[in-house]
């Protein structure tokens, strides 16, 4: 079965520090990976998707930045962290056409 | 542009009572995805249905319904004899073709709160 593996579970950050958030998954090949972020207000907002190693696609201009290093790995990043970038960050796959996406456990950001 | 309404924000009931939430969706699309997701206070999200824009015949599955019209845009989710562990903030969301359901557009939310 397909497992998404994303740490840490909470994070407390100053302003002006980098972030790397780190989405691993398990039991699927050459997935869509996908990072969403839920602000305070409960609505998701997609971030990024990649479609394989290499290719990011950015869905709204931000301070943060995504990479896919490897086929399973997703990696959000952030070189100077603001206080709106606080929020719960969800990792997503989806893992063929047939299939609904599936979500992490998910990081709570705090910036301070 | 595609957009989700989840117009209850709050709902609070008393366990077994039934409890509908309800979904208004806009696109342009003439094929398209929709989806109920439940987030428990852990807060990871946990998928419940998807359903295409060709099939509008309502799903059961167990105590939860589905009732998807075409006609009013609506895709609402219906608990029936609701219990404590149906405590949730229950999305609805929305995806055009291409993407099958990985871009998805989502509501706010609606907090359910069921009370013993």
């Known amino acids: 079965s397909q497992t998404i593996h994303q740490w840490p579970a909470t994070l407390v950050q100053p302003v002006g520090s980098p972030l790397s958030l780190e989405c691993t998954v398990e039991?699927?090949?050459?997935?869509?990976l996908y990072w969403y972020r839920q602000a305070a207000g409960r609505g998701l907002q997609l971030l990024f998707y990649s479609v394989g190693i290499g290719q990011i696609s950015s869905e709204v201009p931000q301070n943060l930045s995504a990479s896919r290093p490897q086929d399973r790995q997703f990696i959000l990043s952030s070189k100077k962290l603001l206080l709106s970038d606080s929020g719960f960050y969800l990792c997503?796959?989806?893992?063929?056409?047939?299939?609904?996406?599936?979500f992490g456990n998910g990081t709570r950001l705090t910036v301070t | 542009a595609q957009k989700v309404t989840q117009a209850q924000t709050e709902i609070s009931v008393v366990e077994k009572e039934d409890v509908t939430l309800d979904c208004v969706y806009e696109t342009r699309d003439t094929t398209y995805y929709l989806f109920w997701y439940k987030q428990p206070p852990s807060g990871e999200l946990v998928f419940l249905i998807r359903r295409n824009s060709f099939d509008e015949q309502n799903e059961i599955s167990g105590r939860y319904s589905w009732n998807f019209q075409k006609s009013t845009s609506s895709f609402n989710f219906t608990i029936t004899a609701s219990q404590v562990v149906d405590s949730a903030v229950y999305f609805c969301a929305l995806s055009g073709v291409p993407n099958q359901g990985g871009k998805l557009i989502f509501g706010q939310g609606t907090e359910l709160s069921v009370k013993p």
């Open positions: 039991g699927t090949s050459n997935p869509n």
């Open positions: 997503a796959l989806k893992g063929g056409s047939n299939s609904p996406l599936h």
